[in-house]
Nanobody
Framework: QVQLVESGGGLVQAGKSLRLSCAAS????????MGWYRQAPGKQRELVAT???????NYANSVAGRFTISKDNAKNTVYLQMNSLKPEDTAVYYC??????????????WGQGTQVTVSS
């Protein structure tokens, strides 16, 4: 089995920073893309950022310029550095790996989520 384990969430004041981590473990042969989504209360889950195995990032307009996604391929770990946090960034953040090659088949996996709360 494959697991995505997130860490780094918490409560911070507006303008401060947090760094999220997501480590993938298990019988992984290849991961093409990893990313972060978030879901605020009463809202749909939305894309925050993704990064390919080659290091190409993609950001939602709402976080571009404030958040940075990075990846350590050797550790199958993705990071999300969140700077200049705003109250509207408050949400549960989920790690996602949409294409993971396991025993010759591709699967999608999600982490359990980590709460980020930004106070004004």
């Amino acid at each position: 089995q494959v697991q995505l384990v997130e860490s780094g969430g918490g409560l911070v004041q507006a303008g401060k920073s947090l760094r999220l981590s997501c480590a993938a473990s298990g019988s992984i042969f290849e991961i093409n893309v990893m990313g972060w989504y978030r879901q605020a209360p009463g809202k749909q889950r939305e894309l925050v950022a993704t990064i390919t195995s080659g290091g190409s990032p993609n950001y939602a307009n709402s976080v571009a310029g404030r958040f940075t996604i990075s990846k350590d391929n050797a550790k199958n770990t993705v990071y999300l550095q969140m700077n200049s946090l705003k109250p509207e960034d408050t949400a549960v953040y989920y790690c996602n790996a949409p294409r993971v090659l396991v025993h010759g088949r591709w699967y999608e996996y999600w982490g359990q989520g980590t709460q980020v709360t930004v106070s004004s």
